[in-house]
């Protein structure tokens, strides 16, 4: 009785992600979506799992969501696979964390349907995460599908600051004294120096497992997103569950700024 009740609830999910997806105007839906992906270890927890096959579920899930937004035309993804924050886990926990984000990686760019980016603080990596990075850049960099930004040792802070770091060494370089730089320093100025630089900004953000902040994620490019808080752990996170935060968004009326 148990195994039927979970089919017909199964079936019935999908009709319901049906309806909502033929009601959905994807010509007026996000071109770039940013996603938190959260939830792996509490995920794994209450699976009564470990927190690597939580991690690993989570690293699974990537496919099916590159799918979905394959089929409501989103042309820019953000993940954020890996904060600066995780890089001061113990040692043991963070190398097996690092070999599944690199692996995700490798899946993406040997997929052949996206291309890939690594968005974060590279010097911040392990020589090996490194290479997994680069490799994975020049194999899916030239694609025409969805833009993966791959965000691994990303923190919102360091790329801001990163930015400014970059903007003063090359008008430096370039022989202008630093009062000049700040007399004529603008906003465009420090994107043309971000981690997502010549990218549009994000005009949805989704962040799973419940959690309602977004932790440092495109502190600067998110000015002006929309936020969906979704309930479910990133290893559960649904297509309905998508399509619900896509029917949220085309709900909203955007305000820029007022």
């Not at 995920?43 to 470990?50: L, N, R, Y």
């Not at 097996?96 to 040997?110: C, N, S």
């Not at 949805?204 to 419940?210: E, F, K, Q």
């Amino acid at each position: 009785m148990n195994k039927l009740h979970k089919t017909l609830r199964r079936l019935a999910v999908r009709l319901y992600a049906r309806r909502v997806e033929g009601r959905l105007d994807t010509d007026g839906g996000p071109k770039h979506i940013g996603v938190i992906l959260d939830g792996n270890r509490r995920w794994a927890k209450a699976a009564g799992s470990t927190t690597r096959q939580g991690h690993e579920a989570g690293a699974a899930k990537i496919r099916d969501l590159l799918g979905w937004c394959e089929e409501t035309d989103v042309e820019v993804v953000t993940l954020w696979l890996l904060s600066t924050d995780n890089l001061n886990r113990e040692p043991a926990e963070l190398e097996v964390l690092l070999g599944i984000v690199e692996g995700a990686v490798r899946d993406l760019a040997e997929d052949g349907r996206w291309r890939v980016n690594h968005v974060g603080a590279v010097e911040a990596l392990p020589e090996r995460t490194r290479k997994v990075l680069r490799e994975a850049e020049e194999l899916a960099g030239a694609r025409e599908g969805i833009l993966v930004n791959v965000a691994v040792g990303y923190g919102g802070r360091q790329e801001i600051t990163d930015a400014v770091r970059s903007l003063l060494a090359k008008r430096a370089a370039e022989g202008q004294a630093l009062a000049e730089v700040a007399e004529g320093l603008s906003v465009e100025d420090i994107s043309e120096h971000l981690y997502t630089r010549g990218q549009p900004d994000p005009d949805l953000v989704i962040r799973t497992s419940g959690e309602q902040r977004l932790s440092g994620f495109m502190l600067w490019q998110s000015a002006h997103s929309e936020y969906y808080f979704c309930e479910a752990y990133w290893p559960a996170f649904r297509k309905v569950d998508f399509l619900r935060a896509l029917r949220d968004y085309a709900a909203r009326h955007r305000r820029y700024g007022v």
